[in-house]
């Protein structure tokens, strides 16, 4: 067994998020028949925030939530944590895609990261939020040159941007990988304990506004009643309600047109022990103020942060997977091989922690992908169903305006967001198998490549560009 197995040997299945005394105890399911204005079907992020948001507008809603497990046990309850403002992944992803509204796009991010902040605030959820800002780190002097041409135009265009050359991007970060990093400080851009949030939001749901609850519950079928109104069959029981909101982001869905805008993509995490003073020492990040937020620039890229109790979490990079016919099932987050994967890249980036510390927790998650690689909203039956689905790899923040959305698009206080064409432009749907499954295997290949060779895009890449199907991050 080599050293990076054995510092994971021990390590539970389980996601961090979820191993915590402040996991509430679980709902009782739907047990009979149900009738409500509102039926949310997802109890993550965006079912959450959906039903918060509509109370605070209307007190006397009439909602019903619903979860397939527990509130936080999809990627709301497994991600990164990294709160980052972007409603649709990111400036260059906007800038490939949605340059035109690229500034409408900024200020209403910035609207949602504010109101999400203060949402917290106001009811006192101890969703553990710090704002570090986000640190890209180059590995290598292409991406350096890259990265610095980057950290030029974001100063030119007044953003609060840090650049590190290698011995000072070292002492920030003591990696013998590191080549060069920038840190964009402003805003309000942070990380936080995802767990955590989704439960406080759903202790606020529950006991200040009332919103029925049901975990362990799936919702099976949907469909319209004449005159008016949707008749949804879950397990043990029958929800009729005037509208439905669907917030089940990659999971399968019983409604095709969701399924078609989205799939499920692996990513996959592990997270350390909490590092002694000594260790923080040798790696110098967490000293000298410095907790940034970390990731590499490439496109298949690392994220990596330290938690509040000192630990360092670890995901991402080239092994995420899409497994054949939108593979969802839980046991996929048993992937040995892709966490040792991880652990090797962790000790690779980190030699002085080899044979020092041991990972406690490894986990994966569903990360639900569009063709556009950022959130897709859409209705059905009339404009009595809606969804937004899709967010890929930032959704932490980005799902609560998806869950506003959703909302407007179900008749609540809609707004001139609507037009946008970011909202209004439908998505591709993904390609039928095995058509799908050998497309992201090779543009997965490809990214992959790319990153090798200092960023520089292949062929088949430089094509999907052109069709508008490419990945920027
Ligand atoms: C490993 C990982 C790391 C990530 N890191 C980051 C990050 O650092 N920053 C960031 O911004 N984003 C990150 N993301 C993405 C982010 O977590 C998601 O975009 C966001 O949580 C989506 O929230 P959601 O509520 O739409 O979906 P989910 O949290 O997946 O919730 C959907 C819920 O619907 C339930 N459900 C599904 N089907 C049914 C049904 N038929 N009936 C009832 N319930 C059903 C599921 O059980 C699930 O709880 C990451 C994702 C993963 C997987």
């Given amino acids: 067994m080599q050293a990076h197995q054995r510092a994971l040997a021990n390590a539970k299945l389980m996601s961090l998020w979820h191993d915590c005394d402040a996991r509430p105890a679980q709902e009782p399911p739907l047990d009979g028949d149900e009738r409500c204005e509102l039926l949310i079907v997802g109890g993550g992020f965006t079912g959450l925030w959906a039903a918060l948001q509509l109370k605070e507008q209307q007190a006397d809603a009439d909602i019903v939530l619903i979860e397939k497990s527990f509130i936080a046990d999809g990627a709301s309850g497994r991600n990164g944590g990294f709160l980052d403002a972007s409603l649709a992944h990111g400036e260059a992803n906007i800038a490939l895609r949605f340059a035109d509204e690229a500034d409408q796009l ?46 030029l135009e974001a100063r030119a265009a007044g953003e609060d941007a840090v650049w590190y050359d290698r011995d000072a991007a070292r002492l920030q970060v003591n990696s013998p990988r590191v080549e060069a990093a920038c840190w964009y400080r402003g805003g309000y851009d942070g990380v936080l304990d995802p767990a955590r949030l989704c439960w406080g939001l759903k202790a606020v749901l529950k006991e200040q506004y009332n919103v029925r609850i049901y975990e362990g519950t799936a919702m099976l079928a949907t469909e319209p009643v004449s005159g008016g109104g949707m ?184 707004s001139s967001a609507l037009q946008l064409k970011f909202i209004a432009h439908k998505a591709l749907p993904w390609a039928p198998e095995p058509l799908r499954w050998l497309g992201v295997k090779f543009t997965q290949y490809e990214l992959q490549r790319a990153d090798r060779n200092g960023g520089r895009r292949g062929l088949w890449l430089k094509l999907l560009d052109k069709l508008g199907l490419g990945f920027a991050c």
């Fill in 231 to 414: 008749r949804t069959r879950c397990t043990n029981g029958v929800v009729t309600s005037d509208k439905v909101l669907i917030a089940t982001n990659g999971y399968t869905s019983p409604i095709k047109k969701v399924n078609r805008s989205t799939i499920p993509i692996w990513d996959y995490q592990i997270a350390t022990q909490a590092l002694t003073d000594a260790q923080f020492e040798q790696i110098a990040w967490g000293t000298q103020n410095s907790r940034h937020a970390l990731e590499d620039y490439v496109n298949m890229f690392h994220y990596f942060r330290l938690t509040q109790d000192g630990r360092i979490t670890w995901g991402g990079g080239g092994d995420v997977r899409y497994y054949f016919n939108r593979g969802t099932h839980d046991s996929l987050m048993d992937a040995q091989d892709r966490h040792e994967r991880l652990a090797k890249e962790f000790f690779e980036f980190f030699p002085q922690l080899e044979g020092e510390i041991e990972f406690t927790h490894r986990w994966g998650g569903i990360i639900g992908s569009s063709t556009r690689f950022c959130m897709v909203p859409d209705t059905a039956y009339d404009g009595r169903v809606a969804w937004t689905v899709g967010y890929t790899g930032l959704g932490v923040c980005a799902s609560r305006f998806g869950a506003r959305i959703a909302l407007e698009l179900l008749g609540y206080q809609p």
């Fill in 106 to 151: 900024a200020s209403l991010a910035e609207q949602n990261i504010r109101e999400l902040l203060a949402t917290i605030e106001r009811y006192n959820i101890d969703a553990r939020y710090e704002k570090t800002g986000m640190t890209s780190l180059a590995m290598n002097a292409h991406s350096a040159e890259r990265l610095h041409q980057e950290y």
